[in-house]
DNA sequence: CGCCAGGGACGAA
DNA sequence: TTCGTCCATGGC
């Protein structure tokens, strides 16, 4: 999969940069498309935190981006996180012929997959099971307000995520609380995965491990199915190929693939094209 | 294989 | 107001 080595962060100097040559991003449809879950949005502002992190950003024009952040950290950090540097112009071809694929893609340009921070992911989407949006926003913003470290921003206070030890701390303190319901073991079971060294999810990163691999690793963690393995290789370990299938995804295949699809001829691009029938079918179902 | 387990927000009826 | 449903998974 191509990158773009053309985009442009210009420092305004006022605390705010300008990103330019963004090729069609669209952070809204990329931030509402169920992917992340720390955000919030005030009119055109959006602010989004990740690991102890955080941005306010807001879409210009179909080119420019205005992000309050350093430089550094747009050009290190963010553009990576908001996938704007992924080249997606492979995918007409692949989906050439498919009415429906073709007005999702259609309906859904600008979208991008998101590289969200591995740990991060994994306790998000282990979260996210038989739950809705708003739902597992408010859990996740209960435990970074419970576990995480305060932060402040223009006079507003944040919360960063919880490193495994403060999610584990956190757990032993408030325990139902935090209303997990039965994730509550999964999360401190993962969690304790990782500080031990069981679970080195650096290691499983694309380019570092293999999709395979990286499935399997996942799939042996405790309160981890197909669906959330899938969802953290593709969100956050970037593994563009991997095909995460919930509800609403199966209401797609059953309603307009006959019941069966071939992700196998979208290659790298599978997840992508994923999340173009998420956002499509939601907006159907609706 | 089928069923059940926390819980809370949300929309349909 | 009640009821079904929501980006699942493990245990039985």
């Known amino acids: ?63 420019t981006l205005l992000v309050m952040s350093n430089k550094m950290e747009i050009e290190d950090y963010w553009i990576q996180y908001l996938g704007i540097d992924i080249d997606y112009t492979g995918i007409p071809l692949l989906i050439k012929g498919n009415n429906f694929l073709e007005e999702a893609e259609k309906f859904s340009s600008g979208l991008k997959i998101m590289k969200q921070n591995p740990w991060e992911t994994l306790i998000c989407f282990i979260i996210s099971q038989r739950n809705n949006i708003p739902k597992i926003m408010s859990t996740v913003e ?22 495994p030890e403060q999610l584990i701390d956190g757990i032993d303190k408030y325990g139902e609380e935090m209303s997990l319901g039965y994730r509550l073991p999964y999360l401190d079971r993962a969690a304790k995965a990782v500080l031990n060294g069981e679970l080195d999810l650096d290691k499983l990163q694309s380019g570092k491990s293999t999709y395979e691999c990286a499935l399997t690793e996942l799939e042996g963690l405790y309160g981890v199915g197909p669906k959330v393995a899938n969802c953290v290789a593709l969100f956050g370990l970037g593994y563009t190929n991997a095909f995460p299938i919930d509800v609403w995804i199966q209401r797609v295949i059953d309603e307009y693939f006959d019941g069966h699809i071939d992700i196998g001829k979208f290659g790298e691009y599978a997840g992508v094209v994923q999340q173009y029938m998420f956002f499509y079918g939601k907006y159907l179902g609706k």
Do not use: W
Not at 22 to 29: A, Q, T
Not at 143 to 155: A, D, M, S, T, Y
């Open 1 to 63: 999969m191509k990158k773009y080595t053309d985009i442009q962060v210009l420092d305004n100097h006022d605390g705010t940069c300008r990103v330019c040559n963004i090729h069609g991003f669209n952070l809204d449809k990329t931030i509402r498309s169920g992917q992340c879950f720390r955000f919030n949005r005030v009119g055109n502002i959006f602010t989004i935190q990740s690991k102890d992190k955080i941005i306010k950003a807001i879409q210009k024009d179909n080119d």
């Open 142 to 163: 209960k435990i970074c307000r419970l576990c995480g470290k305060e932060v402040e921003l223009q006079e507003d206070a944040y919360y960063t995520f919880p490193t």
